[in-house]
Each structure stands twice: as structure tokens, then as C-alpha cells.
């Protein structure tokens, strides 16, 4: 025997973003803001410390490099001359970690970038 719904459920409408408030959009723009030059801060201090011509690179060193390779681009653009990638690698370990530290501080500057507030009720 059939069993007869009381309440029809409703339709979904189409997908509508949140607008953002002025407040929202200056806390964003503060909080990249900071990240960057916390990550140029970061890139000019290991940059220094960490890359040495003659060394080797392997997969922790790609994950360093990778991760802080976004953050060269201030630096470059200021005109410090930064190593961003190392010619004396092991290959694919390295290749590797470079990949997995770009797409880890990618996700993190990015992700605060476009997270959208919850609706609160």
C-alpha cells in the first residue's frame, strides 16, 4: 500500500552567492595582505639559509621552495634576485615536493581569499 506525503517538499532555487559587506572585504584584503608579506618575510629568510648551489636538492627542499615560490613574486618584482627553483635536484622527488608546497600555499592564500561566510539565522 502506497503512503501519501502531507507536506510537498520544496524545490530547490537557483544558487545565490552571499554579497559581501564592506567589513567582510577589508578583513580579506588585511588578512592577504598580511599573508603576503608574511610568506615574502619567509621566502627572503630561507631563501638565504636554505639554497645552496652545490647541495642537492630533494623532496624536503622542493616542499620549501614550492611553498614559498608564490611568495618570490614581491621580491622579484622589487628586484631581489631569489631562487625560486633548484637546477641541482634529484628529479622527481624534487619535482614532487615543489608541486605539493606551491598547491598547499596556493589552497591556503586562496582559500581565504574565496571562503564565503556561513549564513547565520
Known sequence: MLCRMEESVPKPGPASR??????????????????GVALGVAQGWA??????PEQVAGFYLGLLHGFLMPAALPGLLLGNDFPIYAP????????????????????????VAFRFPRNRR
Open 18 to 35: 552571499p554579497s559581501l559587506t564592506a567589513k567582510e572585504i577589508t578583513i580579506k584584503i588585511v588578512a592577504l595582505t598580511v599573508l
Open 47 to 52: 631563501a638565504t639559509r636554505s639554497y645552496k
Open 88 to 111: 641541482n635536484n634529484s628529479g622527481r622527488l624534487y619535482n614532487i615536493g615543489y608541486l605539493v608546497g606551491i598547491n598547499t600555499c596556493g589552497t591556503l592564500f586562496f582559500g
